[in-house]
């Protein structure tokens, strides 16, 4: 016997009345727009990547500044330190990478964005495979 599950297309037709859009029409309208969520992820996805991509060569940037001694007054050399100090800052404060004179911080948040690109951004394509979308 099949079975019966109470659902508001169920409901009208036991009320008598005819629903005005089956649930089955409801979600082939539905299935056919779900490409737009899929491309919405995929799009989220390459902005995503390209952002972490460019703010790990802000990083490695700022490491290899860290190398000289830059005048501190340059405006890129302003704009690099304002760009990786709130991260790296944060990042020294919860956990000491000071070892030796050689400081880890640019190297922990590095592989944190390589973590990212390689988790995240695959993630996000494979949803939007699955929503229609790439």
Do not use: C
């Not at 800052?89 to 922990?108: E, N, Q, S, Y």
Request: aromatic fraction near 14%; glycine fraction near 8%; avoid cysteine.
């Amino acid at each position: 016997m099949p079975e019966f599950r109470l659902m508001p297309a169920n409901i009208a037709i036991l009320g008598g009345m005819r629903p005005k859009h089956s649930a089955s029409n409801f979600w082939k309208v539905n299935r056919n727009t779900m490409f737009i969520v899929g491309y919405l992820f995929e799009a989220l996805g390459y902005v995503i990547a390209m952002v972490l991509n460019i703010y790990m060569w802000i990083i490695i940037a700022r490491a290899v500044l860290s190398w000289v001694n830059p005048d501190p007054h340059n405006p890129i050399v302003r704009f690099l330190y304002s760009a990786t100090e709130p991260v790296l800052g944060a990042l020294r404060r919860r956990v000491p990478l000071f070892f030796g004179g050689i400081d880890f911080a640019p190297m922990v948040v590095i592989l944190a964005i390589v973590f990212l690109e390689r988790f995240l951004v695959p993630t996000l394509f494979a949803l939007a495979r699955q929503f229609g979308g790439g």
